[in-house]
């Protein structure tokens, strides 16, 4: 029994010697360690950072819309009947004048030529008539003869003279029976017009509601017509910018559908009130259109100059950042690099170098690429790099 207990306690003290050696072990390599790590220097997050710049930037309103035709009808019959012919179909260009629809238009004709049956009736029966009131004005001077002569009585010569005041209103009669039957027969030959439909404007068809063989109905449109030359987009401006335009004002318009492409539009309307429930005013640009590229529907990108700025701070805009809330910019202090966060706000742009109106120092080192790695109290490694990006003439209004 002695046996097993010695040799129980001699198992422990083996085990302990063990464990206490691997220790000894472990704490001289996390020594060795530690001091090879302290050795080594402290690794830091490396930034670009420029300094702001002082420089004048020609304001600009960037504003959106939806491009419209300048001009566009819905051709109507003013009478009912089936479509005879269309020669035109969708796409198609037109100009003033030139024929669109035909409708049937054989009940009509038929209106014309009784009308013309009419007019020459009447010219007969005043032609007939013409011929009493000369024969009439014959037998007066007859008359009038015999009685100076003394061979006639004033009895014969008032009887022919009465005949010849009858025979005169009978032909005023049957002239203005012509006159009516010339009227009725314009009236028929232009009620045939109705039934050929002619373009009212110049432009292209873009609808064709019905097909050869429909009724047409006054009440339903048959093609539409829009004129391209020029389109038109309609912006709202905020109350803010509402006293930079004015009309006459030229904007450049940009269109996604022709990337990196410029058209030219002019300010024509500007509406004298605000929508008090969005604080805009409506404004309609004119935009010149001489290839028809540019179609109705299409989404425009109105930038409009508004006035030269006083010369103020710049910097890039990609060292903006902003949450919905704040805007603001980081920036590094000189030694050591600490991040600090600037709440700034922003005035003018060009889409690359933007205005800081307020809350930026001149002297700043802003932090711009490798921003939206860092936070607020990060030291940092600094990199100096030379802002040489070329500043834009023009600049777009960016809303604080």
Known sequence: MSRFFLRLILGIVAIGACWGAWYVVYQDSLERAT???????????????VTPRRESLDERIELVGSLNPSAETEVRSRVSGYL????????TRVDVGRLLVKL??????????????ALRVAEAQLKSQQAERDQAQRSVERQQKLTDEGAGTLQQLETAQSALSVALARVELEESHVGEAKANLEQARL?????????????????????????????????RIVNLDKVQTTVHVIEKDYRKVQIGQQA????DAY????????????????????????MRLDVDNPEHLLKPGMYARVSLRSQQSQPGLTIPLSSVLDDGEQTWVYTVSADPAIIQRQVVQLGASDGKVVEV?????????????????????????AIEVDWTAESSATAAVVDP
Request: charged share 30%.
């Open 357 to 381: 109106l307020y809350g930026l120092p001149d002297d700043s080192r802003v932090v711009t690429l490798g921003n939206r790695l860092v936070n607020e109290g990060q030291e940092v490694r």
């Open 35 to 49: 001091e090879a790590k302290s050795d080594k220097p402290k690794e830091l997050f490396a930034v670009e950072v």
């Open 104 to 117: 049937d238009a054989r009940d009509q004709e038929e209106v014309v030529a009784s009308a013309e049956a």
């Open 191 to 223: 009620a045939v017009l109705d039934y050929q439909l002619a373009a009212p404007i110049s432009g292209f068809i873009s609808e064709r509601y019905v097909q050869l063989g429909d009724l047409a109905k006054p009440d339903v449109p048959l093609l």
């Open 259 to 282: 990337p990196g492409q410029v058209f030219h539009g002019v300010v024509r309307q500007i509406a004298p009130v605000l929508d008090p429930d969005t604080r805009t005013a409506e």
């Open 84 to 91: 005879a012919e269309q020669p035109m179909d969708v796409g």
């Open 252 to 255: 450049d318009v940009k269109i």
